[in-house]
Each structure stands twice: as C-alpha cells, then as structure tokens.
C-alpha cells in the first residue's frame, strides 16, 4: 500500500484569497505547516461602461457567441445585469445566444441561472482547449464573420482574444472586475523575506503580485534565488505558463487543475523534489 502523502511539517506558503481558509486546512491535514499571503483581490470595476454596453448588446441579440471564462466573473456579470434591473430580459436573450464556458465554475453558474452551455472546454480548461472545442463546433458556427464577447477576469487574456481574431471574428471584451494587490501587504512582504520549503500558485496574477511586492522590497533576486531551493507547485497550464515566462521553474503540477488535487500532488512529491534540489536533507 502507498504511504498517505505528507508534508512532513514543511513551511507551505499559500497564496489563495478566497479560499485561503479551505486550502490552508487542505495542508494541515496533509501534515504541513500553511502559511497564508494572499496575493490578490478581486475589485469590481465602478464605472463599467463596457459592461453595460455588453449588457445591451446581449439583448438586442448583436453577439453570435459569448464566451464565459470564470465562475465569478459571470456572477459579477449578473450583478451588474441586476443593478440595471434586466435580469429575465437578459437571461431570455442569453438563452437564444451560443455560450461558450472555459470550464466547470462558469458551466456551475449558468446551470443554477438555469442554462446550458453551448461548448464546454475540456480540461486543463486553457484558452487552447476553449478555441479547440470552439474549432470542433465550426459546423454548427463559423467564427469567421462572427460577433464574439469575451467575459475577462481580473486581466486580459490576449492569446485567446488573438486566436478569435485569427479565425475572423469579431471580438469585444467585456472586464468586470479587475485583480488588485490586497489592501495587507504585510502577509505578502513576510512572505517574500522568510525561509518556506513549498509554494502553492493557483492563479497566475498570484506569481506576478508576489514578485511585485518583491520589488517594492528590494528583494526580487533572492526570492528568484529562493524558487530554486523550495518545491514549486502550479494547479495548471495557465498559471504554469506565467511561472515560465517569470523564470520559475515548475517541480509539481496538479494532476487535475482543482486546489484538492494540488495540495495532494505536492504532498505525495515534495520530499523527492526537495531531495533533488537541496542535494540531500529535505528541509534546508
């Protein structure tokens, strides 16, 4: 029988916002010491002129397709759709339009508004399974000539605006919130100045803000430096890729890109990583 993965009471640096509570129980249970610095916050966008306009377009039925990216960004869509008191008008017109979700969180919110979905992506739920799944619907429609709206999600998401636009469509983004530094740094800035053993990114803008608190800090090239001593954990491809163009090298990937499977997958790896990398002892 396998032993239970553990992390033998290694420091675990959690940068989770919202489900900080959860994940830092998930290590715990897992035999490692959480040590929680939330990364990010999730502001919603005051004047959303872009949303509103979405908002009317949807229901004059100008869009053949949109394109929902992320569980809550739809709800803070459908709040924004509630402050301008459209709510049934605006789920009719959605019914009669094509959805597109880039995975179960956005599928989860459309079903409890009592939608279906039109494309799902398969997992890891990337904007390269999106497109391809979007591909192998081109009988029912062409994107070429089509009117495409694109629910963003705190950034930008240029390479699938860009594959859109590629096939022909034409796109309009539609950003509801935006990700901001926390109001608490100190978490962050305690974060980047002690000694950890693993580091769990769920989300890219979560490597770019830590890295930014770094900076403000004057320490950016020893928490480089650091990276290569302690296990580095990504829940999947998107937030893989933002690590890689940072210069991070990636030990453990979630197996599937859900928090349970990544605390898991770096539970049962650590110690052979840690081994490999501090040549030797597995906490350095």
Partial sequence: MSPTPSFGNLRVLILESRRSTEMAALVSNYGGRPMSAPALQEVPLDTNTEAFAFIEAVLRHEFDLVVLLTGVGTR?????????????????????????????????????????PWVVAPEPNTWRELLSALDGKAGELTLRGARVAVQEYGTANPQLLEGLRDRGAAVVSVPVYRYALPDDLEPLRTAAARELDVALFTTATQVVHLLEVARQMNVEPAVRQGFAAIAVASIGPTTSEELREQGIAIDIEASHPKMGFLVRDAAERVADVLRTKRGGAAVG
């Fill in 76 to 116: 803070a869509l459908m709040a924004v759709v509630d402050r301008r008191g459209v709510r049934p008008a605006f789920l009719a017109a959605l019914e009669g339009t094509k959805t597109a979700a880039r995975g179960p969180k956005p599928v989860a919110v459309l079903r409890e508004l009592g939608l279906t």
